[in-house]
């Protein structure tokens, strides 16, 4: 039994010092009972330092409130991607991010784990990023050209609706403005690309056109994205602009923004206030000239609801507010969209197909595309890809809509055999019919319809 447990705990001890990321774990006490190779990596010690010794004497300049492993013991509640700043016992400064979580046994607490990611190597990809975002941006200040930094105008959103082509018309008047604007509308109904026509459409069309998804970016990484790094932040941190001065000059597009840490938006309100922008890690402000332009993919008022986003930064990014219409709300623009995805794939793929057939253009305007012009788009490049004669069929949907399509008409098959639904339908429509032919007089409709004047009276009544 006792050899059976030694060889378990060699088994665990090999596969927790494979996993790719830090592990530490302390007993109750605050001993270091588990410390794997890459945790060590990370916070530049060796495993035989921290070991079977007591946390705070390992890491002497952490204590019971900066210490995220003593913190969750005392409360019993877990921590997720928190970074932790520290210097070890060798006078190195430390920083990685952590999600911590209270050991518990039979409903006690017996200890805690900590799950570290080095955040250099974050930071590193970070820098990459903004390095990236420069790089780009250096044709367009030399040029002095707007045609690197959009590929849209306003005239590329395709559309018959009226409701939209409004829209369109609204935001060509409001893009002379520098006020902030705020653009929400579900995922796929175009939003970057109207925020790249308003800024084709701008005073600042000559200057940059910086894009950031909150989402794409964790939480710990986006505060120095956005703002820049100062020289001496972090360990190995450089002077580095943060796409505020990356887009000086011209409009930056935070899509997603409701996904922004609250703390941080406190910051971006600051910067919408002032125009004064600090480096991650410096003590001095520098003006940029930025116009912002935020996007979400839900409703402002569920974001405000959910606390997703703070009320004063709403407020002064909804000085100019534009809704972008799902597909589901122009049905026009179905068949418009349809035509012009099938003539595009055609020069694409050197097809000649002429169009949808019935049944799948009366699908197309029954279904919901939650994923809208981006889901129609992708559905008709695909049929495309598959089609073999001159009009795409519903043999050609994607198996998800095949199966919707299926499903539909099965519903219908079965309403359209319920005989007592057919024969009612079919007995208001003789009724109406008599009716009309008569001018309203039901003892001649009544003669018409060969039955009695009481009968006919009595189903005008049913039938209401």
Known sequence: MTKLHVKSKEVLSAILNG???????????????????????????????????????????????????????????????????????????????????????????????????????????????LDLQKKMELPVKKKKKSSTSTQYTLDSILTVSSDLMAVKDEAKKLAKSDSPIMVFGESGCGKELFVQGIHHASLRAEGPFIAQNCAAI??????????????????????????????????????????????????????????????????????????????MNVHPQIALEKQQIRDDLFYRLNVLTFRLLPLRERQEDIPFLTEHFISSF???????????????????????????????KHTIEYMMNVCEGEFLTEIDLPVMLKQNFMHTKMEKKIISLSLRNNLQQLEKELIKDALQQTDGNINQAAQLLEIPRQTLQYKLQKLK
């Open 19 to 129: 996993i790719d990321e830090g592990i530490h774990v302390v007993d109750l006490n605050g001993k270091t009972i588990y410390y794997n190779e890459i945790a060590a990596k990370h916070d530049g010690m060796n495993v035989n330092e921290v070991l079977d010794r007591p946390l705070l004497s390992a890491f002497p300049s952490l204590n019971e409130q900066t210490s995220t492993l003593l913190k969750v013991m005392k409360t019993n509640k877990p921590i997720y991607n928190q970074s932790q700043s520290y210097v070890n016992a060798h006078g190195h400064q430390i920083e990685t991010i952590n999600t911590t979580l209270p050991i518990r046994v039979s409903g006690k607490t017996v200890g805690a784990v900590e799950i570290a990611k080095d955040y250099s190597r974050l930071k590193l990809l970070s820098e990459r990023l």
């Open 218 to 295: 964790p939480e710990t990484l986006l505060e120095s994205i956005l703002f820049g790094t100062s020289k001496g932040s972090y360990t190995g941190a450089v002077d580095r602009p943060g796409l505020f001065e990356l887009a000086d000059g011209g409009t930056l597009f935070l899509d997603e923004i409701h996904t922004m840490p609250i703390e941080l938006q406190a910051k971006l309100l600051r910067v919408l206030e002032d125009g004064l922008v600090r480096r991650v890690g410096s003590t001095e402000s520098f003006f940029v000239n930025v116009r912002i332009i935020a996007a």
């Open 346 to 376: 055609n020069l694409a793929f050197k097809k000649s197909v002429i169009g949808v057939n019935a049944k799948v253009m009366t699908y197309f305007k029954t279904y919901g595309w939650p994923g809208n012009v981006r889901e129609l």
